[in-house]
Each structure stands twice: as structure tokens, then as C-alpha cells.
């Protein structure tokens, strides 16, 4: 199934831009008459038909469109330390859109090792993983945000933050309920400062665990994430 992102898709005819166009007629050798998907990233799925393979400008006509197509029936807002390595960040964003997920925000802590994103391919990477998973929602990418601002702005009805301090935390799973928005924050390789972990609580943040193991920072987010969708799939 051939899948293209058109967010900018208004009504029943639409002409692919000169890249899309390309890739769909030169490469994928579409003709008239072949069918594609279009998705909007807000929840338009477009069943479409080709009227005009051209290749610079590709026109084709809705045969049919869903809105909110699978949209899910929670909110999952994780909020994540970029890693030192952008590569586990990218794959991070890659499996958390594919299991369902619907922001993120990277967070700049005191702990981070990476203060610098390029927001533009980290999209595109996104972009890749809705397409690839079959949805039609593309997840909220929001700029750097320092630990302070998100933690005192922040607003769901369920807030989290895992991190490695020991004391006594609940598990994830037995915190969570169906249908619910939530917010969780997941630290740096050097886990969150003790300060962070206090003001997250003054700001009305449960602490929390992802189990017995020590995961690194893109395998807590990806975890939480899937926790969060198997409690909405019980």
C-alpha cells in the first residue's frame, strides 16, 4: 500500500507536489486509474485515484475519505531528554509513532548531553513512521524545552516521571486508567537531578517505575509508551 502525507489536502481533488509526483510516477511506476493513499496527519485517511500520472505534477480525485481514522481513545503526551546519540532519539520517534502516541516534547534537563536538535529531520522521521504503521494521525513534535517551563506548564490528567532514584514507586501499568490523557517525562542518560525529580512533584508529578530493569533513555519512552497503549487495549 502506497501512502502519501498531504497535510495541506482540502477538498475532493489534489495534485501531488513535484516530489511526491516523482517518486510516485518514475519510481513506483503508477499509472491512470492506479489507486493511493493519501493522509492529512490529523486523521484524514483519502482513498484516491489517479486521473493525471504526471510526473512533476500528479493529480488525483478522492474516491473516498475517513475522518479521524483509528484515532485513539487516549492521549499520550511523552516528554523526553534527547540522547547524545540522535540515532536512538530518531529510533525512539520511530517506534513510539508506530505503537501510538500524540506529542512530544524534547526536554532540555540538567543532565542532558544534547542541547541542540535539527527539528526538521526528527519530522521527517515521523512523517516515515506514520506512513510505514498505517495511520493517519502524525504525532505533535514541539521545539526544546527547558525541564522548568514544561514541568510548571504542563497539563493532563495524569502526570508522571520515571526516573532511577530509589524510594517507593508504583508501576506504571497499576497508575494508569483507559481513556485518560497523560503526560510522562523521561530523563537523560545521567536520569533526572534530584531538583528536577522535586519540582516535578511540586507541579503535581507522580513518581513512577518501567520495571526492574535500568533502560536507556529511548527504550523508558518506548516502554512507557506501549504500557500506556496496552492499558487503553484491555
Known amino acids: 500500500m502506497n501512502i502519501f502525507y498531504t497535510p495541506d489536502i482540502i477538498d ?3 495534485t501531488l507536489s513535484e516530489t511526491e509526483s516523482k517518486h510516485c510516477i518514475r519510481v513506483l511506476r503508477k499509472a491512470k486509474g492506479d489507486k493511493l493513499i493519501l493522509v492529512d496527519g490529523n486523521g484524514g485517511w483519502y482513498e484516491t485515484i489517479i486521473v493525471d500520472p504526471n510526473p512533476k505534477k500528479c493529480a488525483v480525485v478522492v474516491l473516498k475519505s475517513i475522518l479521524d481514522f483509528e484515532k485513539l481513545s487516549y492521549s499520550l503526551h511523552i ?4 540522547t547524545k546519540n540522535t540515532d536512538r532519539l530518531e529510533w525512539f520517534l520511530e517506534k513510539a509513532t508506530e505503537i501510538g502516541l500524540s506529542e512530544i516534547s ?3 534537563c ?3 548531553e ?3 536538535l535539527k527539528l526538521d529531520r526528527l519530522e521527517k522521521v515521523l512523517v516515515s513512521a506514520m506512513k510505514q504503521s498505517l495511520k493517519a494521525y502524525l504525532p505533535k513534535l514541539n ?3 527547558n525541564f522548568e517551563t514544561f514541568v510548571k506548564n504542563a497539563d493532563a ?3 508522571f516521571i520515571a526516573h532511577c532514584s530509589e524510594g517507593s514507586k508504583m508501576h506504571l501499568f497499576n497508575e494508569l486508567k483507559a481513556s485518560q490523557s497523560v503526560i510522562i517525562l523521561i530523563g537523560p542518560e545521567g536520569d533526572f537531578s534530584e531538583h528536577e525529580i522535586s519540582m516535578a512533584k511540586e507541579n503535581g508529578f507522580r513518581e513512577i517505575s518501567l520495571g526492574n530493569s535500568r533502560l536507556r533513555t529511548e527504550t523508558a519512552g518506548i516502554v512507557a509508551t506501549q504500557i500506556v497503549n496496552l492499558v487503553n487495549e484491555v
Open 79 to 82: 516528554a523526553i531528554a534527547p
Open 110 to 112: 540538567e543532565h542532558s
Open 157 to 159: 490528567d495524569l502526570k
Open 143 to 145: 521545539n526544546l524545552t
Open 114 to 116: 544534547r542541547k541542540q
Open 106 to 108: 524534547p526536554l532540555l
Open 12 to 14: 475532493n481533488q489534489y
